[in-house]
């Protein structure tokens, strides 16, 4: 069963502390989470080879083979490859086109330690707004699709635990997990490769970690904005700073690898989704906890969060603009706001997949449930 992946955001107070201030994270931490136990990938069903070596030519092995990377990182990727084009237009780190008075465009390097280049209003300034926008444009995206989700997911969510978990745990109840492995079928959420028990145990790590993402990274993010629109000296100073806590990105993308390494296939025989009928009572707490988790911190919320911080870096764009703006940023400042626009984009995008995932799984557990006989 496949479920269109989409985006979300947090609320976050304008008078909000020093970012100095931000409180050690108290959910789990990227660290924390358990790695999936060992990978089983319950898609396949091949026999046993009955082929006889040939002892003349061994066969070649492929290990360098590039396996084709599952749809839920692809989503991941994309975004990924979109920020990091943005970053390449960085007028801070590569040159831009200058236009010069005869009409003609050349490109020149910006000696970017000279005071004057930083002045609002200036042509290498102008370019800087522009990069500052192609990041907030991408903000813009994320926070409609999170929209699209919170009504999606509000439906979804509506009588799983009473008639989906519950009702699984009430089928196996009477019923032998011999009788019913090969016989009974579970939908699968789309190229997942492990039970579901194993899958329900992820998910529950990478929700506590995405829960705490608003409170962890967006939010100082957005105050430190609001510090430096509300006092502009900000922009051109050293020592001031984002202060924000980031999750083990790369790991969790890793986890999802392996994790959605299955085939792709609407349904599979209930033995391969649970190992006994034990696993299935586990299974329905497990995901009560999800739901939980998922409750910690809604769509609603993130969206607000990245609309807080796009809204906030579009003011400081058009800011420096205006050759009599108060916004004087320097080359640090510069970076640090690129930084931490790539990052909001980012961890929004990796809370809306893993919502997304959560949503997928409730409406195959729910249609599994009413398809039971």
Known sequence: MTVKIVNEPAIVNEEQGNPEEVREPQGTNAEEAEKPAEVVDVNSDEPESTVEENKEKPEETTVTEEVEQPEVTSALTRVEGDLDSIRKTSPILYPIQVNRDS???EVEAVAVEAFTQWMPGTDFMNSVSEFFKSFTNKLGEAADKLSELGQKIKSDFVGVDDSGLSKLSRYVSGRQYFAIS??????????????????ANWLNDVTAIVSSIDRDLLAPIAEYLGRAINKPDNLSS???????????????????????????????????????????????????QVSANTQLLLPETVQKSTQLIRDRANLIADGINKPDSKYVLNKKQSEYISEVLYLTAQYVTLYSVVLALVDEFYICIKTTAANLK
Do not use: C
Request: proline share 3%; charged share 30%.
């Open 238 to 288: 050293i020592g001031f700073k984002p202060k924000y806590q980031e999750k083990d990105y790369d790991a969790i993308k890793t986890q999802m690898k392996r994790i959605f390494s299955g085939a792709t296939t609407e349904k599979v025989y209930f033995g391969r989704a649970f190992n006994n009928n034990g696993d299935v009572e586990q299974f329905r707490k497990v995901m009560q």
């Open 182 to 199: 090969k016989t009974a079928k579970v939908y699968q959420p789309h190229q997942l490769g492990v039970d579901w028990l194993t899958y």
């Open 103 to 105: 009409g003609e465009s």
